[in-house]
């Protein structure tokens, strides 16, 4: 047997397991879309990393559709009692782009009155990122937000 035959096989091994993988979370994703919420966040939790794949899949797309009916109180609660990473992220991204949304009409001094009396850690990075784009903070080497020389 030589070299190529041997790097053959095992490309062929991989390329299976991977099919196997793709499979499974295919399949997780067709159960998850017939869970509930909780089963599904709890499935999430407790899968192999190929059903979580799925099963992440369909909790985002449940959160998007639960998500309609939500205030914006809401949004920020959820986000700030998840309980799964992608639960946490699907549900910050909606409360940042509702502070994005809203921002649009405020003021610059607002902006910054909403950010210093926010309660949550997911508002406060929401209005952070609003007065980056505004030119009012930026983001130092350490991925923490500093003030620009900018005044309001």
């Keep these: 047997m030589g070299i190529f035959d041997a790097l ?9 397991a991977a099919r196997k993988s793709q499979e499974e979370s295919r399949q997780a994703y067709e159960k ?3 869970m509930n919420y909780k089963e599904l966040v709890r499935a999430c939790k407790n ?3 190929s059903q979580k794949t799925g099963y992440n899949k369909a909790l985002k797309e449940m959160i ?11 949004l920020v609660y959820a986000c700030e009692s998840a309980s799964v990473p992608v639960e946490r992220k699907c549900y910050g991204r909606l409360v940042i782009d509702e502070i ?3 921002s649009k009409y405020m003021s610059d001094r607002e902006v910054a009155d909403k950010f210093e ?10 209005y952070a ?3 980056e784009k505004r030119g009012y903070l930026e983001k130092n080497s350490e991925g923490k ?4 020389s900018k005044r309001l």
């Design 47 to 49: 899968g192999t990393l």
């Design 100 to 102: 994005d949304r809203k």
């Design 117 to 126: 009396d926010a309660f949550t850690s997911i508002e406060k990075n929401g």
């Design 64 to 74: 998007k559709e639960l998500s309609k009916d939500m205030s914006y109180d809401e």
């Design 8 to 16: 053959g096989g095992i490309a062929r091994g991989a390329m299976d």
């Design 129 to 131: 990122k609003v007065l």
């Design 32 to 34: 998850g879309k017939r």
């Design 145 to 148: 937000y500093k003030r620009t």
